[in-house]
């Protein structure tokens, strides 16, 4: 269970759709207009683009922090199913899922 969020994700290629779209009214509201507020509206249309990427980017980052948080708290649950049960190394499954994150650890191996 990746404890996904349930908030709906917007989607970035209609975004972007919707904004090269717009840049290009803009454009043509601007080449038929002397005023400059079409460049102001321009610009910030043209932010657009680089912000979807960064939203992308962090969505990705966000599903890989779930699903690691959700690797580990079941580490942690075999481990305290394990000690329970009497096993002789319970700690093992937390430090299998510590080392597979990437996770230096220290001592016993």
Request: net charge negative; no cysteine.
């Amino acid at each position: 269970m990746t404890d996904a969020p349930n908030v709906p994700e917007t989607d970035l290629q209609e975004v972007t759709t919707r904004n090269t779209v717009a840049r290009d009214v803009i454009a043509g509201f601007a080449a038929a207009s002397t005023s400059y507020v079409w460049q102001y509206v321009a610009d910030a249309l043209a932010d657009v683009p680089g912000l979807a990427a960064e939203v992308a980017r962090l969505r990705d980052e966000a599903r890989t922090v779930r699903l690691d948080r959700a690797n580990l708290a079941a580490a942690a649950l075999a481990a305290l199913a394990a000690h329970h049960d009497g096993e002789p190394d319970p700690l093992l499954y937390l430090r299998d899922e510590l080392a597979a994150q990437g996770h230096v650890l220290r001592g016993r191996s």
